[in-house]
């Protein structure tokens, strides 16, 4: 109808959003509504990106995004900014976007530029004025820009000058710590905090104590525990994205210098501590741990990672032990995680299903042992845990019975060999370094000179010290398996002892046991 008035989208964004005070995307809209209005048109709603930079497409954007897809298109005709850099600070974004509009017959317009790029039908081609106002928005698109680039130079810059200072550049601080106005009065640091250290230490009490990462990753996102990146949400005042702790992050708080309060460049395996003119580390914030503890957990993690032990407090008895033997089935075919007699079998732990019914005396409560392969498990894996509870003990004590049980106890050490470690492989970079030709003023290998110098007399001075090296041993505990199995975690025990269940069939019910000790000896089961 000629009468219907055009329905009109306004909207606002800024890259940076600092507290309630930040009022500017409210003078952008008020400024593009004025403009909607004059024109005659209705506006249908709003839209406000706070804290996005222009360098992301539109239709990435988290409010206005879902304005662009098809449905949401069709409830608008025109869209309207204040300002060219306010929608675009990319000329393949600028272009791309009004493509976009020109095939949907939308118009974009700038209220506060006066540019308008009308793609609504009219008849013939496009007059002059039309293809000016393109090529004034492609062209100012293209300044726009060339300022986000000097922007991100600036930035680059200043994280480079700051790369050989004790100063905080920007981004989420580690775990445990918390940024503050740096000592010297110019810049940040950072400073413990203790609502995170407190949490670490209880991290590394639990390592030290012999949990997995594994563990400690379930125990951590079961508790309610937020990741770091989590409580930095929090504390920006925004919701947090429910990210669950997983082994790496685990691993990564309980490992990396930077839980230290020593600055790091990289991430990942490629990340490395940033070292001054003298060739020591740079320190950011006071250490989490004192050196002696931070040892302990470095030592006990390295053996954690070489040898994955299965948390031993866990409701079902089977994890760790039982494994589906399935051969084939739509589920497992092709992705195998083990072998069996030779042959390739699922693989995949047996999981615990608990039923529970009512009835008139009470509750009825069945455990089951099914194939616990995700997000499909292998059909007709299933069977009475009872049943396998029975048999696999029979078996194990006939088998371990009288033999002693013996468990695994973490040794701390007293050495220095973690900070010789550091120090020797500061050394090999300063080397790889040097032969690497970057070397090239008398400055330059006057700095490297008294580096190396430092370090090799730290090394020598390391290398004097006794030591001894943290580890587990075995030791045995005078008891036999036959006289601890009634009391002690079965579980455990056989994990321990090597033992694995693999489940072949359920109808009939067929399944195998396997004691890596017993290898030679006959099976009394047959």
Request: aromatic fraction near 8%; include cysteine.
């Amino acid at each position: 109808m000629a009468g219907t008035p055009l329905r009109a989208l306004v909207g606002a964004r800024v890259s940076v959003l600092k507290g309630p005070e930040k009022v500017s995307q409210l003078a952008q809209i008020e400024s593009a509504k004025k403009w909607a209005l004059a024109k005659g048109y209705e506006i249908v709603d709003t839209f406000e990106d706070l804290g996005v930079s222009a360098g992301k497409r539109p239709q990435d954007r988290p409010d206005l995004g879902p304005w662009l897809t098809e449905e949401g298109a069709a409830q608008w005709d025109v869209i309207v900014w204040s300002k060219m850099d306010r929608a675009f600070r990319s000329t393949r974004h600028c272009v791309d976007f009004a493509q976009w509009a020109e095939e949907r017959h939308k118009i974009v317009a700038f209220s506060d530029d006066g540019l308008v790029l009308n793609y609504r039908p009219h008849k013939g081609p496009k007059g002059i004025e039309d293809m000016m106002a393109e090529l004034f928005v492609y062209l100012g698109s293209f300044f726009a820009q060339l300022e986000l680039n000097r922007f991100k130079e600036r930035a680059l810059d200043a994280h480079s000058v700051l790369r050989q200072m004790d100063r905080w550049a920007s981004g989420v601080p580690p775990l445990g710590f918390k940024v503050v106005d740096h000592p010297s009065g110019k810049g940040k640091g950072l400073d413990t905090d203790p609502e995170g250290r407190a949490l670490l230490v209880a991290m590394a009490e639990r390592l030290l104590d012999g949990w997995s990462f594994i563990r400690i990753a379930a125990w951590l996102n079961e508790s309610g525990h937020l990741t770091n990146m989590d409580r930095a949400r929090v504390a920006a005042g925004k919701p947090a994205k429910a990210r669950p702790w997983t082994v790496g992050t685990v691993t990564d708080a309980l490992t990396s210098q930077r839980t230290q309060g020593l600055k790091m460049t990289g991430s990942g395996k490629a990340a490395v501590v940033v070292l001054d003119g003298e060739g020591e580390p740079i320190r950011l914030g006071p250490p989490t741990f004192d050196a002696e503890t931070w040892q302990q957990i470095q030592a006990a993690a390295e053996v954690r990672k070489l040898q994955r032990r299965t948390p031993t407090e866990v409701k079902n008895p089977m994890l760790g032990v039982g494994v589906c033997g399935c051969t084939g089935c739509p589920a497992c075919e092709g992705s195998q995680l083990g072998t069996h007699a030779g042959e390739p079998i699922c693989g995949a732990s047996m999981a615990q299903q608990i039923t529970r019914r009512k009835t008139k005396t009470g509750v009825n409560e069945h455990r089951y042992y099914r194939c616990g392969r995700t997000p499909l498990n292998c059909n007709g894996k299933s069977v009475k845990a009872e049943t396998v509870d029975a048999a696999l003990e029979a078996f194990f004590l006939v088998m371990w019975g009288e033999e002693e049980v013996t468990r695994r106890v973490f040794v701390p050490g007293e050495d220095h060999s973690a900070e010789l470690e550091q120090v020797n492989a500061t050394i090999d970079r300063l080397r790889r370094e040097a032969d690497m030709g970057v070397l090239t003023t008398p400055e330059d290998e006057q700095v490297y000179f008294e580096r190396l110098k430092a370090q090799t007399a730290k090394r020598d001075q390391l290398v004097a010290m006794p030591s001894r090296a943290a580890g587990w041993i075995t030791e045995s505990t005078g008891e036999t398996y036959e006289e601890v199995w009634d009391t002690a975690d079965h579980r455990q025990l056989l994990i321990d002892a090597g033992v694995r269940f693999v489940m072949i069939s359920t109808d009939p019910l067929r399944f195998d046991r396997y004691v890596p000790a017993m290898e030679q000896l006959p099976d009394p089961f047959g």
